[in-house]
C-alpha cells in the first residue's frame, strides 16, 4: 500500500489562535481516511491544508510537513491550481454553479483549455456515469443544475471534480444536508469511487467513518488523539479519550 499523502508536525495559526498541533497523518492509496471529532476539533481545517484552501484564510501560518506524491505542497514552486486540480473537493452542501447540468461537468475542462466538443462530451458522459447520473439526468443536461434534488446536486459537484481527473478527493462533510436515503447513496459512491480515487473525508457521523472508512483519525482540540484503522479504533482505541468519544462520553 503506497503512501499518498504524509502528514509531519503539521502546525497551523489562525492570528494568535492555535487550530493544529503538531498533528501526524497518512494517507493510503485507494483507500478512504475519515477524520472524526467533535465541533470545532480541526478536522475540516486539516482537510483544507491538503489542497491549501486554507492560503485563502488572511492572517493563517502553518509550519510543519505535508508530503504529496513525495513532494512538499508548500515547497517552493508549488502551482496551487496544478494542487487543487490533483486533490480536489467536495464541500458540506452541494455547490454547483448556476449553469446547466452539462455546462457544470464541462465548466472545468473548458478552464483547463479543452476545445475538442466530441471529446468534452465523451468526458461530460464519463463523469456522470461514475457519479452514477448519467441514466437519470441524459435526456436533462440542459436543465439548470440548480433543478436538481440535493444528493444529486452533490453527485454532480462530485462528477464535475472527476471530469478533471484528480488523484485525491477531498470531502467536507458531504452528507451532512442530505436525508438518510440519500446520505447511502453518496456512500456506496464513494465505496466504488476508492476503487481509482484516494479519500479523505471530514464527517461528525461516527457510524458513517464505521461503515465506510478504512482509517480513521480521532481529533481534540487540534490534536491527532488517534490515528489508526478503522475497525482498531472503534473496537479497540489505544487512547482513553478515544474511547469516550467512541462511546458517547465525550463530546
Given at each position: 500500500?503506497?503512501?499518498?499523502?504524509?502528514?509531519?508536525?503539521?502546525?497551523?495559526?489562525?492570528?494568535?489562535?492555535?487550530?493544529?498541533?503538531?498533528v501526524p497523518m497518512e494517507v493510503l492509496a485507494r483507500h478512504i481516511t475519515a477524520l472524526i471529532?467533535?465541533?470545532?476539533?480541526?478536522?475540516?481545517?486539516?482537510?483544507?491544508?491538503?489542497?491549501?484552501?486554507?492560503?485563502?484564510?488572511?492572517g493563517v501560518k502553518i509550519t510543519g510537513s505535508i508530503l504529496f506524491d513525495g513532494k512538499e505542497i508548500y515547497g517552493l514552486g508549488i502551482d496551487v491550481c496544478t494542487l487543487r486540480k490533483r486533490i480536489g473537493m467536495v464541500f458540506q452542501r452541494p455547490n454547483p454553479f448556476p449553469l446547466s447540468v452539462y455546462d457544470n461537468v464541462a465548466f472545468g475542462l473548458r478552464v483547463d483549455g479543452r476545445s475538442s466538443r466530441r471529446q468534452i462530451e465523451d468526458i461530460v458522459e464519463q463523469s456522470l456515469k461514475r457519479a452514477w447520473l448519467w441514466e437519470p439526468l441524459k435526456d436533462r443536461l440542459n436543465d439548470s443544475a440548480l433543478s436538481l434534488p440535493l444528493d444529486q446536486q452533490q453527485r454532480l459537484c462530485i462528477a464535475r471534480l472527476l471530469a478533471v481527473e484528480p488523484e485525491v478527493i477531498l470531502m467536507d462533510e458531504p452528507c451532512s444536508a442530505l436525508d438518510p436515503i440519500s446520505t447511502s447513496k453518496i456512500e456506496e459512491l464513494m465505496l466504488e469511487l476508492k476503487k481509482d480515487y484516494t479519500i479523505v473525508i471530514v464527517t461528525h457521523n461516527m457510524?458513517?467513518?464505521?461503515?465506510?472508512?478504512?482509517?480513521?483519525?480521532?481529533?481534540?482540540?487540534?490534536?491527532?488523539?488517534?490515528?489508526?484503522?478503522?475497525?482498531?479504533?472503534?473496537?479497540n482505541p489505544r487512547e482513553g479519550r478515544t474511547q469516550d468519544y467512541i462511546s458517547g462520553r465525550y463530546g
Open positions: 500500500m503506497s503512501t499518498v499523502i504524509r502528514v509531519e508536525n503539521l502546525d497551523l495559526f489562525y492570528g494568535d489562535f492555535h487550530a493544529l498541533k503538531k471529532g467533535p465541533s470545532g476539533c480541526g478536522k475540516s481545517t486539516l482537510l483544507r491544508t491538503l489542497n491549501r484552501m486554507n492560503d485563502l484564510v488572511p457510524q458513517q467513518a464505521a461503515r465506510i472508512s478504512d482509517y480513521s483519525g480521532y481529533m481534540l482540540l487540534g490534536e491527532m488523539i488517534e490515528f489508526d484503522a478503522t475497525d482498531k479504533i472503534f473496537t
